[in-house]
Structure formats: structure tokens, C-alpha cells
């Protein structure tokens, strides 16, 4: 009942935004934090929403100059002031499993690991282009994986140019020559080498695939007490300088984007 009626107050303080700072919990108490965290969904990334703008703010330096957080700008009219309410929470168990994640303006992350030491996340931020870039990933005992949305390419063997074809067919006449002045053909040599003994021959552990073991976590001498765990999650304003013309441009190409999507 305990769990239940936690789980109810996370789920109302994530829908309200209200500001979450815990420390100190037990991890039980920290894991209902964490998959509260979870709700957010690590491959549902949400920019950071705008919350108004303004006219720069007008300030001077000793010379008259216009200047903005310490940048002086020649043409204050060619600029304005956005706002966002941006996020960011992060948690951990005190037994190895995490969450964390943040959004801004442009770009967004959420990464967590359970308890078995698999770690999965996905991030996202806007290109110069307008398009989005989106990656997933996990990492297990089979290694880092990741995917994003990035045009596949079909790859193609490589081919050699006329330049190439030509530099090749010289080098091996001249190598002729030389070989023929000297009374013998290298090549059989190397092949032998490369063949018989003195060729490299990969060990079993060599071809063997690659599975991580990761060593369970040991207390170090210091480390005393029952493990212990934590969870904040807070919304900040954000303020941003924006060329007008830039992000008219930039707006242009996100709308085209999403029409061609």
C-alpha cells in the first residue's frame, strides 16, 4: 500500500513539474523514483518548451556599446530574447541502476541502467539543416549498439580510377624490369612467407566473440552503512539569444522537413 500510494504522488509531481530533491533514501524508495523517471520514455524525447520572448534588455558598457551577458551587439533590433522551461532529473539506487536525462531548447537525452548492468538511452538535437537527429542505444554484455535516423547508404566495393589503373600498371612494369636485371621474382618469396611458416595465425581467443564480464560491485573499506539513494528533478528557465533572420531560416527549414517526413 506503502508503494502504491508513493507511486500515485511520483506520477502527480511528474505531471505538475514540481521540483524533486531526495537524498539519502533507501533504494527501494529510490527505485520508485526512478521508474517514475522512467514514464518520461527514453525513446519519447520532448524539446523544452518556449515560454515567451523579449526585446534584448537594454545595457551599456563605459564606451556605449550595446552589449548582452558580456557580447556587444552592433544591431540589438536584429535580435530577441527567448525563454524555456527547460528539465533535467537524475537518480540512482545506491545497487547500480540509474536514470538521467535533460531537454533544452534544441536537444534532449534519457539514459538509464537496470539491474542486470544493460544501459539504454536515446538522444536528440536539432541539425544547422532543420532535421532532427535521433539515436537509440544500449549496451550489454555483447558490447555498445546503437541505431539513429540517418539516410542508409548502399555501400559500394571500391573501385579503382584510370589514374590508379595507370600508377599500377607502371609500378609493376618497372618491377619486372628490376626484378628480370636482378635474375629473380620476389613474388614467389613473399607468397611463401605469407603462407607457410612465419604467416600470422590469429589465437582461439582472437576469434573467440567478445562477451563483457563486468565484476560485481565490492564496498570499498571506506564505503560503510546500508546503501543509500538519490533523486532530483527540477525545471529551470533558460534565456537565448536569437537572430531573427536565423531562425526565420531555421523555422523554414524544419517546416520543410516535416512536410517531406
Not at 505538475?16 to 527514453?42: C, D, H, M, W
Not at 541502467?113 to 538535437?125: E, F, H, I, L, Q
Not at 526565420?248 to 516535416?258: D, K, S, T
Request: with cysteine; net charge negative; glycine share 8%.
Amino acid at each position: 500500500m506503502k508503494c502504491f500510494i508513493l507511486a500515485a504522488f511520483l506520477l502527480a509531481s511528474c505531471a505538475s513539474a514540481e521540483n524533486i530533491f531526495k537524498i539519502n533514501i533507501t533504494p527501494e524508495e529510490a527505485q520508485q523514483y526512478l521508474s517514475s523517471a522512467q514514464l518520461r520514455g527514453v525513446n519519447e524525447i520532448e524539446y523544452a518548451p518556449k515560454t515567451g520572448e523579449n526585446p534584448l534588455p537594454e545595457a551599456r558598457n563605459e564606451r556605449g556599446e550595446f552589449v548582452y551577458m558580456g557580447r556587444v551587439i552592433d544591431h540589438p533590433e536584429d535580435f530577441v530574447e527567448e525563454h524555456y522551461d527547460a528539465h533535467q532529473y537524475h537518480g540512482q539506487d545506491g545497487l547500480g541502476q540509474y536514470v538521467y536525462g535533460y531537454k533544452d531548447w534544441n536537444q534532449g537525452k534519457n539514459e538509464k541502467r537496470d539491474d542486470a548492468g544493460t544501459v539504454t538511452g536515446s538522444y536528440k538535437y536539432v541539425q544547422p539543416h532543420g532535421r532532427d537527429f535521433v539515436a537509440t542505444y544500449y549496451a550489454d554484455r555483447t558490447g555498445f549498439h546503437v541505431e539513429d535516423n540517418r539516410p542508409a547508404h548502399l555501400k559500394q566495393p571500391a573501385t579503382k580510377t584510370p589514374a590508379v589503373l595507370k600508377a599500377e600498371e607502371e609500378h609493376f612494369k618497372l618491377w619486372g624490369e628490376l626484378a628480370a636485371a636482378a635474375g629473380h621474382n620476389p613474388d614467389p618469396y613473399a607468397a611463401e612467407y605469407q603462407q607457410g611458416e612465419g604467416a600470422y595465425q590469429p589465437s582461439e581467443a582472437e576469434t573467440r566473440e567478445y562477451v563483457h564480464e563486468e565484476k560485481p560491485y565490492v564496498p570499498g573499506p571506506e564505503e560503510t552503512g546500508e546503501p543509500k539513494g538519490f533523486f532530483y528533478a527540477f525545471d529551470y528557465n533558460v534565456p537565448l539569444l536569437r537572430n531573427k533572420a536565423e531562425r526565420e531560416e531555421l523555422e523554414r527549414l524544419r517546416a520543410v522537413n516535416n512536410k517531406d517526413e
